[in-house]
Structure formats: structure tokens, C-alpha cells
């Protein structure tokens, strides 16, 4: 459970800044 855990934060983290950099994009569009 804690490995399964351990896997997901770091996809999580990304998905977190791919979703912050479109809206920065978008936002100086």
C-alpha cells in the first residue's frame, strides 16, 4: 500500500504542474 502510494505522488506532482503551466500559457495568451 505505502509503495503503491510512493509510485502515484510523483504522477500526481506532474500532472499538478502540467495542469499550473497550461494555465500559466493560457493566461499570458
Do not use: H, I, Q, S
Not at 1 to 28: K, Q
Request: overall charge negative; proline content about 3%; cysteine-free.
Amino acid at each position: 500500500m505505502v509503495g503503491t502510494l510512493a509510485a502515484l505522488v510523483p504522477v500526481v506532482y506532474d500532472l499538478f504542474l502540467v495542469e499550473t503551466l497550461l494555465e500559466l500559457v493560457r493566461y499570458n495568451k
